[in-house]
């Protein structure tokens, strides 16, 4: 019952350097997001997913890319980090487009400081 | 504009007694959807509970539950009882219209349960 696992859970970068957030999910769930939470603040939509081969920016998708091979993952990239991609990073899934009352489910989220 | 507001940074309130925690909303979009979602120290994002813009009744679960003043545009979660647990960070957030995938997040408000 892993739900929504993200990796890693916390890391470090240099100033122009790159990494890739990684996201999986076991529910089978068509639709995945990228959010950002910057500390005191809420979630804010960096890319999200409705299916396998099927990306969209959200409302902060600068400095990021995403990709979205298979229903499962859905990873994002930072290339050339930037001090203010310092945030904590979610990822979530949920089942097919629409108000589902379950909302979303998230991962345990990315701690991510650049320095 | 801001589309979710929550104007209490935070809250106390005594163990087993209840509590209202505000979050208004301004949209056009005559379809949307509320959620309120819960995040511990741990950092994790917890889906609580969820009301439609077309629902006619308050959504409750458990503890928890929504007081919905659609002409007011207002979203208060009301929690029932309250334990020690209940201390968290606590979101609302709305997803507008039937194809959006953008789930817009209010700042969040902090509640502390005293014993």
């Known amino acids: 019952n892993a739900g929504v696992t993200q990796t890693p859970k916390f890391r470090i970068l240099k100033i122009g350097q790159s990494m890739t957030l990684q996201c999986a999910q076991d529910m089978n769930h068509n639709y995945m997001y990228w959010y950002r939470q910057d500390p005191g603040m809420g979630l804010k939509l960096i890319y999200y997913?409705?299916?396998?081969?099927?990306?969209d920016k959200g409302e902060v998708p600068n400095g990021y890319n995403v990709s979205r091979s298979t229903t499962e993952d859905f990873p994002l990239r930072l290339e050339l980090a930037a001090p203010s991609q310092t945030s904590v990073y979610f990822c979530a899934s949920s089942y097919a487009l629409g108000f589902r009352p379950y909302g979303y489910t998230f991962g345990s989220g990315t701690r991510l400081t650049v320095v | 504009a801001q589309k979710i507001t929550q104007t209490q940074p935070g809250m106390f309130v005594q163990e087993k007694e209840a509590v209202t925690l505000d979050c208004t909303y301004d949209t056009s979009d005559p379809s949307y959807g509320l959620f309120w979602y819960k995040q511990p120290s741990s950092g994790e994002m917890i889906f609580l509970i969820y009301q439609g813009s077309y629902d006619q009744q308050n959504a409750t679960e458990g503890r928890y539950s929504l007081n919905f003043q659609k002409a007011r545009k207002s979203a208060n979660l009301v929690i029932s009882a309250s334990q020690l647990g209940d201390s968290a960070m606590y979101f609302c957030a709305m997803r507008e219209g039937w194809d959006n995938n953008d789930m817009r997040f209010g700042a969040g408000t902090r509640l502390t349960v005293k014993p």
């Open positions: 997913s409705v299916g396998a081969g099927i990306t």
